[in-house]
């Protein structure tokens, strides 16, 4: 059953447009990250979804109820924000419960879904401190558990984890994901972070200038990237992109050259720097750099003036300005049209 | 020896400061003092030590307690109503609505003119027959009245034109306040289903606490400083029923020519506001929630 149905849905402000009909179905019970770089119109989508923002045409649904032109309070969803909008003069009792205050809650009932709120999230002995005297992951909680008090079965965040540092952000990303399983919350998700997309979603809908440019499983995004932003805005480092008319394509494996061959019309060859192997033979390559992470070693190794990534899980005994051969196997190679777009063959 | 050349020049730097403080500040502040424990000074009588007899002259001049009174009732009907008035203004301003700028000068203007130029347009709004007001009630039938005139209505008429000059002046301090507060909060206010009333009173005005308080503290001093108006309008009178503390003080100095009482009456006012702004460090200031 779906939670939300997003038809054809519009942004303009004047001249800008912010979002090009857009359609998506957020799937019950699922976590659906809307990821792009900064103005692609994820957030404009999120709030147009909360109902803060104006819809410029299409529809939105929630619950099979169409909610386009209802008032936010109305639409049955919560929302956490990128800056957390915690009420500084209230103590965290306070702000989860603010909501529960203005739709009149009786106080018996407001005592006990704080309790559990509070507790869900780990804040139950932080009751009564202000906002100010509490760290990021903290407010983070509050924001949280100010968004599960509301009841409400839709949870809109927006860059939730932004404003935290890299180890917190690893720590909260679970517990976020944790906290929608347990309590079957249907998540949209707006972050411009792939690591956050990968790791959470069940969905990807990743969007670029207002548009969607693929969405799917975070596995199915990829493996088989639609184009070639696709291809580059997920993974680190991004996959590489090798023009063919510059490569040494004689140079290849038969296989490879094969499947290049039947893609007649294609003029991108794309490979991620985990599927390329040094070996005896293959394309010439010379090492220009290397980062060494512990876990992993990243090459940058060029061919022919154009440069590009290898990654792998050991350190070999390679030197810089050593002149090698890579190879790759056929299923890992992605090659792209002119358009930008996926050769399918 | 490098030591005192050191401290020489350290003196130096702090002489320009020190310098202009002490002649104009402390030095008449002490003068003032030890005037207003003299008598004055005349052709035929010498200046003689008279201890606190100028205060307790105060205490029983009726005109003082008078004066004293219109100076509170002008801070009671003043202040409230001016500051209500600055927070609906800042909030309509702060809000998008075309000509905002406009409207932010036309509420502005009141302060930034000189007192004595509003006192002058408002002496027209006040005239009797021929003013404003009185054309305008004439309209309607009402009889002409005297408001500058008549001891009744002369105090309520300083009070409007007071808040007229003053709420735009307190409305920049409550757009600032407004500014600092992050539109999501209201944004999330309003997903709770917060209306905009509720909103106000729940967030808004408590976060706005920090600016009211200087605001009642400015404006409270405020209501002692500003006499200009006083020279254009109404002189103090009729029967002193318009006179306010600092007019007083001038009258009995340059009118009167009592030194002595002045000074008793300008130590009064000293510590009147010395005790105001020591009441804003010390007890307000830690009930009001800042961020």
Redesign the interface.
């Known amino acids: 059953m779906s939670s939300i149905e997003v038809k054809n849905l519009s942004k303009s402000w004047g001249e800008i447009e912010a979002v090009k009909d857009v359609s998506f179905v957020v799937p019950e019970k699922s976590f659906t990250v809307l990821l792009g770089p900064s103005g692609c119109g994820k957030s404009t989508i999120l709030k147009m979804l909360?109902?803060?923002e104006t819809v410029t045409s299409g529809s939105i649904k929630i619950k099979n109820r169409d909610v386009t032109n209802l008032e936010?309070?109305?639409r049955g969803?919560?929302?956490v924000?990128?800056?957390y909008?915690l009420?500084?003069?209230l103590n965290v009792k306070e702000n989860i419960q603010?909501?529960l205050k203005?739709?009149k809650v009786p106080a018996a009932e407001r005592e006990k879904r704080v309790a559990e709120a509070a507790n869900a999230v780990g804040l139950s002995d932080l009751l009564d401190r202000k906002p100010?005297n509490l760290s990021g992951g903290q407010r983070q909680r509050v924001a949280l558990a100010?968004s599960i008090v509301?009841d409400q079965s839709v949870c809109l965040m927006d860059e939730p984890l932004s404003n935290l540092d890299s180890k917190l952000r690893a720590e909260m990303r679970d517990e976020i994901r944790d906290l929608q399983q347990r309590l079957g919350l249907t998540v949209v998700y707006v972050t411009h972070d792939q690591v956050e997309a990968m790791s959470m979603a069940d969905q990807i809908i990743l969007l670029n200038s207002g548009q969607i440019v693929q969405k799917g499983a975070p596995e199915e995004i990829y493996n088989y990237p639609n184009s070639i932003f696709s291809a580059q805005f997920i993974g680190l480092p991004p996959m590489n992109i090798l023009n063919l008319k510059k490569i040494d394509i004689t140079a290849l494996s038969n296989e490879n050259q094969k499947k290049i061959e039947i893609s007649k019309n294609s003029i991108n060859l794309g490979i991620r720097p985990e599927h390329l192997n040094f070996s005896k033979k293959g394309l010439p390559v010379t090492v220009k750099g290397i980062d060494y992470f512990g876990g992993e070693t990243v090459f940058k190794i060029s061919h022919l003036e154009q440069n590009f990534f290898l990654r792998e899980p050991r350190q070999p005994k390679i030197h810089l300005d050593d002149k090698l051969n890579i190879s790759w196997d056929p299923e890992d190679m992605h090659l792209f049209k002119k358009n930008n777009q996926r050769f399918i063959s | 020896m490098k030591d005192n050349v050191r401290n020489f020049q350290g003196w130096l730097l702090f002489a320009p400061a020190a310098i202009l403080l002490l002649a104009f500040t402390h030095y008449p502040t002490i003068t003032t003092f030890l005037n207003s424990l003299y008598t004055n000074k005349s052709i035929i009588r010498p200046r003689r030590f008279s201890g606190i007899e100028g205060y307790e002259s105060m205490l029983s001049d009726p005109i003082f307690w008078k004066v004293f009174a219109n100076n509170m009732w002008l801070a009671l009907g003043t202040i409230p109503t001016s500051i209500g008035l600055a927070i609906i203004m800042a909030l309509i301003v702060n809000k998008a609505i075309p000509g905002r700028g406009l409207l932010r000068m036309a509420y502005f203007t009141p302060t930034m003119l000189p007192m004595i130029a509003v006192a002058n347009i408002w002496l027209f709004f006040y005239a009797p027959e021929i003013g404003l007001i009185d054309q305008a009630t004439s309209i309607f039938g009402f009889e002409s009245t005297n408001w500058l005139g008549s001891p009744s209505t002369v105090l309520p008429s300083i009070m409007v034109m007071t808040v007229w000059k003053e709420a735009g002046f307190f409305m920049v301090f409550y757009l600032a306040g407004l500014q600092t507060i992050s539109p999501e909060l209201e944004e999330a206010a309003k997903l709770e289903g917060s209306s905009r009333w509720n909103y106000f009173w729940r967030v808004q005005y408590p976060l706005l606490l920090p600016t009211t308080l200087f605001v009642l503290i400015n404006a409270f001093l405020n209501s002692f400083k500003l006499v200009d108006h006083l020279f254009v309008l109404t002189k103090g009178g009729p029967d002193n029923a318009s006179n306010l503390i600092l007019y007083y003080i001038y009258e009995t100095a340059f009118a009167f020519l009592d030194v002595s009482y002045a000074s008793a009456l300008t130590i009064f006012l000293l510590v009147l506001l010395a005790l105001t702004a020591l009441a804003q460090f010390l007890f307000i200031e830690k009930r009001v929630h800042y961020r």
């Open positions: 909360s109902g803060l936010a309070s109305k969803v919560s929302m924000f990128q800056s909008a009420f500084p003069h603010f909501g203005v739709r100010s100010r509301s």
